[in-house]
């Protein structure tokens, strides 16, 4: 887990021996605490560096089929979003690092901006969305199994080869890989042909405080603001209705079958889910925000002007208490400094030259 969230709480005790004494354990426990953690955070900088390397090789792999624009334009925006997740790591993780030794220059050359705006320009996505992206609108995968199937392969391919137990990877170690898939389509009402459909994948980015700061970027600049909203207000809010020929299907790769929404998402959205959602008590440690629903439906909010206009909140008694319009209102008034505050309070610290005014965001050198 993220080193953030480990540091011991101060004790409160009476009397001089007894506050002595627990001093000292305080002092032991804070010792055994920075002996336990130095080498997860150490281990943890390790996985994240093989986790780019391998994410750079495979989708190097997987661009060889496309034309030379295309391949440039997807690889620069990947090694930005990786080299930024590895500067805001903590310990810190130069682009170099990512990289072997005689590849450093060759890749510099070819690609030199993500290489000077790692630290000053946020990504949009996470590698993991981009690759996705360049998946569902680059390459002519025919149906959803298709795409379910290569997604896996490579995914397989982004996994460290098994040397012992210890180095094994396992799915959570992994820091560029995401747990889900979403894939949302609006069907025609009459003979369910599918006339628009999105994917989107789940916060892929390793870190607690990486993950909030990737959630608040999308929120602000990335989702569709009813999408904003409705993460911003974490369950407090009624769902946002989508219209009934919107319909959403999870795969998640740890278990190799579709899911139900999670009480977070059923909380945030009312819209058709296979499979349906269930009631449980099960534990959900996961941030709002951090599921494959968000990204896939504000994509295809993004792309279909009729659902856009459709969705909205309605009451316990059926009537409909704000349209979508409202909705990003609200979001703009209620949140939007907030979250601007919230990234500028956690990225600080970890030296990214964020400007006052307006922030940067990486844009490829190579535009398609
Ligand atoms: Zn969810």
Request: charged residues 25%.
């Amino acid at each position: 887990m993220d080193g953030h969230n480990t540091e011991p709480e101060p004790m409160e005790t009476e009397g001089s021996n007894q506050h002595r004494e627990d001093n000292i354990n305080a002092v032991e426990q804070e010792m055994q605490h920075k002996k336990n953690v130095k080498p997860n955070k150490e281990k943890q900088r390790e996985n994240t560096m093989t986790s780019g390397n391998l994410f750079i090789t495979a989708f190097m792999g997987l661009l060889q089929d496309t034309s030379k624009e295309v391949a440039c334009h997807y690889m620069e925006r990947v090694l930005h979003s990786i080299f930024f997740f590895g500067h805001i790591n903590n310990p810190p993780i130069t682009p170099d690092d990512f990289l072997p030794e005689g590849y450093i220059q060759k890749v510099k050359g070819r690609f030199p901006k993500p290489f000077k705006e790692y630290n000053t320009h946020l990504p949009h996505y996470t590698p993991y969305s981009i690759l996705l992206e360049y998946m569902t609108e680059r390459m002519e995968l025919e149906n959803l199994d298709l795409l379910l199937k290569k997604l896996e392969t490579v995914n397989k391919s982004l996994l460290k080869p098994k040397i012992n137990n210890e180095d094994q990877f396992i799915a959570n170690d992994f820091a560029f890989t995401a747990s889900a898939v979403t894939y949302c389509c609006v069907k025609d009402s009459n003979d369910a042909k599918v006339l628009k459909k999105a994917f989107g994948s789940s916060m892929s980015c390793k870190g607690k405080t990486q993950r909030i700061i990737m959630i608040a970027i999308s929120a602000l600049h990335v989702w569709d603001r009813a999408i904003s909203y409705a993460v911003c207000c974490a369950g407090s809010s009624l769902p946002i209705t989508f219209p009934e020929r919107v319909s959403c299907t999870t795969y998640s790769f740890k278990t190799r079958a579709k899911i139900p929404p999670c009480n977070k998402c059923f909380k945030m959205y009312n819209v058709n889910c296979d499979p349906e959602h269930e009631a449980h008590n099960r534990k959900e440690d996961w941030l709002y925000g951090n599921c494959a629903e968000n990204e896939s439906l504000s994509r295809l909010l993004h792309g279909d002007e009729d659902v856009r206009g459709e969705i909205c909140i309605i009451g316990s008694n059926g009537q409909k208490l704000m349209n979508r319009q409202d909705i990003v209102n609200k979001f703009k008034e209620e949140y939007e400094e907030k979250m601007k505050k919230k990234v500028k309070e956690l990225i600080t610290p970890f030296k990214f030259k964020l400007s006052k005014d307006q922030w940067d965001f990486f844009i490829p050198e190579q535009s398609l």
